[in-house]
């Protein structure tokens, strides 16, 4: 009962997290300064074709009208009309979501992979080598731009050793899989298709190594200093005098405990793997919602950067959802009433 | 409790993945695709051309529909038209799907009489028939979108316009206030595309004349058809069997969505690509000397150049006008801001076009300039210059382009503040003349020297005339001229209004850039026209 109180309570906010993200959103995209319909339409259109088209999007209306209509669309699941590509936006995201989706889980996938090891080690053997290694690792990983990363692994990877593909979530001459989850990699299973799933995981490391380092580092660090408190605790004591292995000690006892600020990081980090896709995508030609969210952005495309931010205002606390069940989880003390 | 809510979630994520496995599987771009396997490797990647290229503008493949840079391209090798310029010639259309035609004065309307080509099918296999003409036209009139106001407007033609008179004559009336010239040029453009009456009427629904399957489909006898558009990603054009002309050496073509020149630079020398399009200066100087790549450029018909609002003192004065024009160093420009990827051209007509005005009287004339600003009786001026972000067509930064000019003006006791904002911003503030001095492009709609003259000379058209507010008689000469159907008279009449605008226009022509392209050494027969394709049929690799 506490906890379906708890999902309510959450669903409530989402909600009006929403609401207001749709207000905040429309209301500054309508004062600024610029046309978009003159962004669209470029230099040659004429006043008949300009004022045809703030018709057609009923941008001629008053803006409280303009709204009312939007939130209405909204409530049937409607989204608009894109300014840029003409195409109901709810489209737009349904073709490039997935491709974001499958680049932030990899990122996150490295990030948890390599973090929380990294960060164990460091702490495990905490003013050695391993634990400079990974905070110096980490300091880097903090402080690198992804835009210059990107361009460096593409410079390294790609262009000089050949090792890896550059750009593109598949090779071009291999036929995408059949969409069911828009995820290539999931797709390429789903269909048996083993020459796609090749060519699209390829496709996935340098943009997850890139996207998710900066990830790592924040992982690891933070799983680093809650070990270290972990470490010294009287119950840690405990389970090394019962005689257990310094192995299982650490990874039981110790691992488990210091998860849970790390698990509250990987939320919020997922939420920022999806902002920085944006630059991830554009460097590596990656077709997702980052780089749909960037020509929308730079066309004044209003529906879209309002569809877009709707998607990001739902996806934030859905993550952050799923790390309060994992707290759940995590932590037996928070099932108590 | 919550034990059982990670089973649940769990039986939850496998029943999705089972779901998701049993759902209908749908390839990208399979809806455009007989067999939804097919995929680019089907033609081969020894015959499948490809090319890298910022897509972010497709809107539709449909020739009524398209008025953006890619879908022109590609489109172009999709349909064929009733009269077509060959090679970089853009001055006289050729017979293409009409083998001859005839214009005749009916009084009050001129009667342009087509004689179709006979054998011509489309790539469904049906024949093309003058109905098929009629009915693109007509759709391309009923539609109404973007460039449909090349019929309308410009030739003037309504839906009940043309005409079949038998299934291989088609027969247009135009209005005299029309140019027959023009309307002939226009035919050349995507929009005289003629479409496959018989497969686009079976798909038409809700009176869409068939708009939404044309949007990423095609219906076209040209020697490429749309196989598939998967958005924000690739093109595949393949090679139409039933093609009438000579058969396309290539199997396919692949556009690929790579808007980043350095992305296109890298996969080009790696050979994972054979042409790259949207190549800065600096990607052509990197690829300069590297093993298997080659290096192209050809002209656009783009014209970069400053509008001086006439509305504003003191450019007011023409000799204000002229001394800004006359201080300016256009040879620096092309030479060290351009690498010379572009030519110095001062009317507002570009190379190419019938029409075209080679005087470039201004170069650095520093005396000469302080002279007319002092016979203007202006000593000091300080003006607000509108530049946009980005890069400018040719290679060059706007802002280097606007530096350069600021230090130029300086030199004659002209003061500009330079204000950089996006495009659309600075379209906004110029369409409504509220700029002072504006940078910025502009390339013609239709290749006739009429789609310049018009909007630089003619205030009433509420184009670059207006937004200068330059409202001067010579728009009535454009006018003229547009009508006239010799055409070396034609070309006279605007070699006299071209002169006239380049010293008493309120414009600064400062150069014609070029397009760089990088290709693989092996690619052969890659030729653009500065109208904005290449036949991609006569490409091999």
């Keep these: 009962m506490r906890f379906l109180g708890f999902l309510t309570r959450r669903i409530v906010g989402i909600a009006a997290v929403m609401i207001g993200v749709s207000i905040i959103t429309f209301a500054i995209s309508h004062v600024i300064p610029a046309d978009p319909v003159a962004a669209a339409l470029g230099d040659h259109a004429t006043d008949q074709q300009i004022a045809a088209f703030r018709a057609d999007y009923r941008l001629d209306r008053p803006l409280p009208e303009q709204y009312l209509t ?58 050695r080598l391993p634990d400079h290694l990974v905070r110096l690792l980490s300091l880097i990983g903090g402080s690198v731009p992804v835009f210059w990363l990107g361009l460096i692994v593409i410079g390294v990877f790609y262009y000089q050793l050949g090792w890896l593909p550059g750009g593109a979530r598949i090779d071009n001459f291999v036929a995408p899989p059949p969409t069911r989850t828009g995820l290539y990699v999931v797709d390429s299973l789903l269909a048996g298709d083993l020459e796609a799933l090749r060519s699209s995981l390829l496709h996935l490391v340098l943009p997850a190594l890139t996207l998710g380092y900066f990830s790592t580092a924040v992982i690891a660090r933070m799983t680093r200093s809650s070990m270290l408190e972990v470490l010294g605790q009287d119950y840690m004591r405990t389970a090394r005098a019962k005689g257990l292995q310094e192995r299982l000690v650490v990874l039981r006892h110790g691992l488990r405990n210091a998860l849970i600020p790390t698990v509250t990081i990987l939320g919020l980090t997922f939420g920022s793997l999806l902002s920085g896709a944006v630059l991830t995508e554009t460097i590596f030609s990656w077709p997702g919602l980052g780089r749909y969210a960037t020509a929308a952005a730079i066309a004044l495309d209003f529906p879209a950067v309002l569809g877009v931010t709707l998607l990001a205002a739902i996806v934030y606390p859905l993550a952050n959802l799923v790390v309060d069940i994992a707290y759940f989880w995590l932590d037996p003390r928070t099932q108590r009433g | 409790m919550f034990r059982s809510l990670r089973h649940t979630s769990i039986i939850f994520a496998v029943g999705l993945l089972v779901a998701a496995a049993c759902s209908p599987a749908t390839t990208p771009g399979a809806s455009a695709s007989a067999s939804p396997a097919a995929s680019p490797s089907a033609g081969g990647a020894a015959s499948t051309l490809v090319i890298d290229r910022d897509l972010s503008d497709l809107i539709s493949f449909d020739p009524a529909v398209l008025y953006e840079f890619s879908a022109v391209f590609a489109t172009h090798n999709v349909y064929e038209t009733l009269v077509k310029f060959e090679g970089t010639d853009l001055t006289t259309p050729k017979p293409s799907l009409a083998t001859s035609w005839d214009i005749k004065d009916a009084g009050s309307n001129w009667d342009i009489t087509f004689k179709l080509k006979s054998g011509v099918k489309f790539a469904s296999g049906n024949p093309l028939t003058a109905d098929d003409v009629v009915y693109s036209v007509q759709r391309a009139i009923k539609l109404n979108k973007s460039p449909a106001f090349l019929f309308t407007d410009i030739a003037g033609l309504k839906a009940e316009s043309i005409k079949a008179t038998d299934p291989s004559t088609v027969v247009v009336t135009m209005p005299k206030t029309s140019s027959t010239q023009t309307f002939l040029v226009i035919l050349t453009f995507t929009i005289g595309g003629v479409v496959d009456s018989k497969e686009v009427k079976a798909k038409e629904t809700g009176g869409d004349f068939g708009s939404a399957y044309l949007l990423d489909h095609s219906a076209g006898s040209g020697p490429f058809a749309v196989d598939h558009w ?107 801001l351009l690498k010379g990827n572009g030519k110095k051209v001062q009317g507002i007509v570009p190379a190419g076009l019938a029409g075209y005005n080679e005087s470039t009287p201004f170069q650095a004339d520093v005396a000469k300039a302080k002279a007319l600003l002092q016979e203007a009786g202006q000593a000091s001026i300080t003006l607000d210059f509108l530049v946009p972000t980005g890069g400018a067509p040719g290679g060059a930064a706007w802002s280097d382009i606007a530096a350069k000019l600021k230090s130029d003006w300086a030199k004659i006791g002209v003061t500009v503040n330079i204000k950089q904002t996006t495009t659309a911003d600075l379209l906004a503030t110029y369409r409504a003349q509220k700029g002072q001095l504006v940078m910025i492009n502009w390339g013609p709609d239709y290749p006739d020297p009429g789609a310049n003259v018009n909007p630089f000379t003619d205030y009433k058209a509420k184009s670059i005339a207006y937004r200068n507010g330059w409202d001067d008689p010579i728009a009535t000469k454009a006018h003229d001229a547009e009508l006239i159907s010799d055409p070396a008279k034609r070309v006279a009449a605007y070699k006299e209004i071209t002169d006239y605008v380049l010293h008493n226009g309120p414009y600064v022509v400062l150069y014609q850039p070029n397009e760089l392209f990088g290709l693989r050494s092996n690619v052969k027969g890659f030729n653009w026209s500065s109208i904005g394709w290449a036949e991609l049929a006569s490409v091999t690799k």
């Design chain 1, 70 to 127: 939007y939130v209405v669309g909204l409530a049937h699941g409607d989204l608009g009309r894109s300014i840029r590509t003409r195409r109901p936006v709810s489209d737009d995201l349904f073709d490039s979501f997935p491709a974001t989706i499958e680049l932030s889980l990899a990122a996150l996938l490295v990030a948890i992979v390599v973090g929380i090891p990294a960060g164990v080690w460091s702490a495990v053997f905490r003013g």
């Design chain 2, 230 to 336: 998967t958005k924000n990603t690739e093109v595949l054009l393949k090679a139409n069997p039933n093609f009438g002309g000579t058969k396309a050496a290539l199997s396919a073509v692949l556009f690929k969505h790579v808007p980043e020149p350095a992305n296109q630079q890298f996969a080009l020398e790696k050979g994972d690509i054979d042409i790259a399009n949207d190549l800065g200066s600096e990607q052509i100087a990197a690829l300069q000397g590297k093993a298997g790549v080659t290096t192209t450029s050809a002209s656009s018909l783009l014209l970069v150049y400053v509008g001086m609002n006439a509305l504003v003192k003191p450019l007011d004065n023409v000799k204000v006008r002229e001394a800004l024009r006359t201080a300016v160093d256009y040879d620096g420009i092309v030479k060290d």
